[in-house]
């Protein structure tokens, strides 16, 4: 990434897209299409709308956090009016709430899905609810794995997902800057008819360059080159290692956690790509935080929104190793030590 920019229109660079784009069709178990964009996640959550859907189509979106309210609110700023399936935050998407909404509801023409809700570190059954979709109805599958992938099991072909976005900067372990979409070949049936207005995000002009081993417009070429080098390392680690050690990872946290401070965890059904714990009432999180980053340079993630102060998310997705996860905990026990919950 700090070597020297080379052009986007060369074939230096269109070997380094090339690798990239096969080896995220190895992270994301396709065979189908990869398109990559410059944009942080939310571009992709974006994407996936405005190729996907028409003024009128009929969507439900299932919101686990905010997250699942971002997807929403692209809707909204595209005029579409999602049937929005919320559940408490902190918990999953209840898989036969999903069955109902959809016989409630006929015509839908795409369920958008969280795999990971970062705001809360819940994990979604993605592959049970792809199941429900297909099994009640002939919507798309469209998932938001953009802290999800790597660090969960996904599998974007054999469960018969139609369009997972992701971002590069999580899983991935690269800086941010690049969003990637998965397309299927029912999803490229949309994209054909698809009557949203979208330019920069054009998922056909986007499969027109990538024949030319290019993107439409110059992208992010030196956040291109840490992908290609990340996206390395999850080669040759292979995915079921990958998943293994994100397992482990969250696992390590978890009794660390519950070890050193015993305070209770934010979700009922925790991700493995950070853990959620609720901070004593006593505590002020926010301040706590602030600290351990500005004593000890660790940097661990609050809460969102209501969460504000209340929650703190350990990060142990990507580029993380036990001793960094050893740290954190150290960090929160120095300062948390008798603090009651
Ligand atoms: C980080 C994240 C996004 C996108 O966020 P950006 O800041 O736009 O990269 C979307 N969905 C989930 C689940 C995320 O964790």
């Known amino acids: 990434m700090s070597k020297p920019l080379i052009h986007h229109r060369t074939a230096e660079f269109g070997r380094m897209f090339t ?8 992270v994301y178990r396709t065979k189908g299409s ?5 944009a ?10 405005v190729n996907l859907l028409s003024p009128g189509d009929l969507t439900i979106v299932c919101s686990t956090g905010a997250f699942g309210d971002r997807f929403v609110n692209i809707h909204k700023a595209f005029g579409l009016k999602p049937v929005v399936l919320s559940f408490e935050w902190g918990t999953a998407v209840e898989p036969e709430a999903l069955r109902k909404t959809l016989k409630e509801n006929k015509g839908v023409k795409a369920v958008f899905i969280q795999h990971t809700d970062t705001s809360t570190g819940v994990v979604n059954d993605i592959q049970t609810l792809s199941k429900i979709v297909h099994e009640e109805s002939d919507a798309l599958v469209v998932v938001d794995s953009v802290s999800g992938l790597a ?13 997972v976005v992701t971002g590069s900067q999580k899983g991935l372990m690269n800086a941010p800057g690049l969003a ?14 698809s009557k949203l207005p979208k330019f920069n995000f054009d998922f056909k ?7 030319d081993k290019e993107t439409p417009w110059t992208p992010a070429i030196s956040i291109v080159a840490g992908q290609a080098a990340a996206l390395k390392l999850l080669r040759a680690e292979g995915m079921e290692n990958c998943w293994k050690r994100h397992d482990e990872l ?14 209770p965890f934010y979700a009922k059904n925790p991700a493995n790509i950070l853990t959620g714990v609720k901070l004593p009432e006593s505590v002020d999180g926010t301040k706590l935080l602030a600290d351990i980053l500005k004593e000890e340079g660790i940097s661990i993630a609050g809460g969102q929104l209501h969460l504000k102060g209340k929650i703190f998310r350990l990060a142990h997705m990507g580029f993380i190793t036990k001793s960094d996860i050893e740290a954190g905990v150290a960090a929160l026990e120095k300062r948390l030590v008798g603090a009651k919950a």
């Open 19 to 26: 690798s990239v784009i096969e080896d995220m069709q190895f």
């Open 34 to 38: 990869v398109l990559m964009m410059t």
């Open 40 to 49: 942080s996640g939310t571009g992709g959550m974006e994407s996936a709308v």
């Open 151 to 163: 660090a969960e099991r996904l599998e974007t072909d054999a469960w018969g997902l139609d369009c």
């Open 180 to 193: 990637f979409a998965s397309v299927s070949e029912r999803a490229w049936k949309a994209v054909e008819s």
């Open 205 to 211: 002009l986007i499969r027109k360059s990538l024949a």
């Open 250 to 263: 969250a696992a390590h946290a978890r009794k660390l956690l519950k070890d050193k401070l015993g305070l």
